[in-house]
């Protein structure tokens, strides 16, 4: 018994020699503790013809837009601090680069559901994610006016009540509001035009009075429903990133395709009416993609919603 508390006492001994220095007459050291917060609401939005109007999509902090299938996109909308009863529609479900997004910012994902194997990747890695029928049917609706599937709708309100509930707390910070460094002199870009997939082309407008960029796509401007007018994100962050096939169809029996979001990579950023060639870094996987300057910092972008595209390795983007 004596040997045993004499072993406990050099282990606790030792354990204070870290915290606060066991065996000596200094005071103890206090670390500076790293603030902590729930993580974001990560809302899946489809973008097909026939989810259109979309809504909410003005009120996020950051969306990220990908390739889901036949040449449609799909949206993970996050929400830092959601509130507000405006509408978040139409939720529809989730893809593998949803999970890998999700290890990037550590929220909880809102979503419609998803084909097995994504489900049993969600299970088994115990991400937060809701759907239609969580808790008694409390983060969702649907709506009358709109076909089913792309009727189901949230808003900000049961956006943060599922957050305040499920969210894990993180600590990571994103980079302070800002301007990109202006040398080299970033050349003009009032318009950038480029294809995300095979039949969604893109096209954003630069308003200086509004400081952001109109999206408009093949027929016509990208509405918010909840504003009446285009999306206008403030910047516009186009990666460079290879997609392949996830090894198995989705829900409607189209290959489901995943996304090759880790490492590093070439990014063009669209900020005040003016390109600014980066690169995006996805280094650490547990932690949200930086988007780095030429001057090899990270970039530091004016505050409100960024828009970030993955299109394919090599996709021409024009801009004047």
Known sequence: ????????????????????????????????????????????????????????????????????????????????????????????????????????YHGVIFFSG???????????????????????????????SRRAPHNLYTDGDRLAQGQKKYAPKVTYQL????????????????RVVFDQTNSHRVTYTYSAGDSAYAYGTEIGPLIDKNTGQPIKPVNVVVIQVAHHDAGFTDVVGAPAVDFDLQGTGPADVFSKGHRYK?????????????????????????????????VDPGTPITSS
């Open 175 to 190: 980079p302070a509001p800002g301007e990109p460094a202006a040398s080299p002199a970033p050349p003009a870009a009032n």
């Open 114 to 144: 998803a084909n097995i194997k994504v489900l049993q990747a969600i299970q088994g890695q115990q991400i937060p994610a809701l759907t239609e029928s969580t808790d008694g049917g409390a983060y969702f609706s649907r709506d009358s």
């Open 278 to 310: 980066a690169t995006w870094d996805v280094s650490n996987p547990e932690l949200p993609l930086k988007v780095v300057g030429a001057d090899g910092k990270p970039m530091h972008l004016p505050a409100g919603l960024t828009w970030i595209h993955l």
């Open 1 to 104: 018994m004596r040997s045993w508390n004499r072993r406990l006492s050099r282990l606790a001994c030792g354990l204070a020699l870290v915290l606060a220095g066991c065996g000596t007459t200094a005071g103890p050291v206090t670390p500076t503790p790293t603030p902590s917060r729930p993580g974001p609401a990560m809302v899946q939005i489809e973008n097909s013809i026939l989810a259109r109007p979309l809504a909410g999509l003005q009120q996020a902090d950051i969306v990220y837009e990908y390739l889901a299938e036949g040449g449609i996109t799909r949206m993970t909308a996050i929400y830092f601090k959601p509130s507000g009863s405006q509408r978040t529609e139409p939720v529809r479900s989730a893809r593998p680069v949803t999970i890998k997004l999700w290890h990037a």
